[in-house]
């Protein structure tokens, strides 16, 4: 057996410019424990795990939003080694990723997951 291709890719028809960053934020603190603990994988890990299937959602929204600042920096241009930003026809595109062999690829990979499991993005004019 050998390795995968794990990737993640963001998109969006509009201007880099025009992503609401802040509407992402507002979204963020919005996010319910339910929805969190439905869609998002990495979040059944001990690490946001109050114990008896309780949920840590602040601990989980201040990891969000380090992993939008995170992301912030690719898309607007940035270098970042484990991640790449470029337009496509009409399309702006952000991807992350790598070869796994069971494992994550990189950390920017579990963040960007984190945000596009949430379906927080989406609130800031990404997908669209």
């Known amino acids: 057996m050998g390795a995968d291709l794990l990737l993640s890719i963001v998109w969006t028809t509009q201007e880099p410019k025009a992503i609401d960053f802040q509407a992402i934020g507002d979204a ?10 439905t869609n998002i994988q990495d ?25 939008l600042e995170d992301f912030r920096t690719v898309w607007n241009g940035e270098y970042r080694r484990e991640a790449y930003s470029i337009r496509i026809g009409p399309l702006y ?14 950390e920017e990979f579990d963040a ?4 596009i499991e949430s379906g927080v993005l989406e609130a800031g004019g990404l997908y669209s």
Not at 29 to 37: D, F, H, Q, V
Not at 52 to 66: K, P, S, V
Not at 112 to 115: A, D, E, G, S
């Open 43 to 67: 979040v059944a890990s001990e690490r946001w795990d109050k114990g008896d299937g309780i949920l840590d959602i602040i601990a989980l929204r201040m990891q969000l939003h380090e992993d």
């Open 93 to 106: 595109v952000a991807i992350t990723g790598g070869l796994s062999w069971g494992d994550s690829p990189t």
């Open 112 to 115: 960007w997951n984190r945000l």
């Open 28 to 37: 963020i603190e919005n996010l319910s424990s339910e929805i969190a603990a």
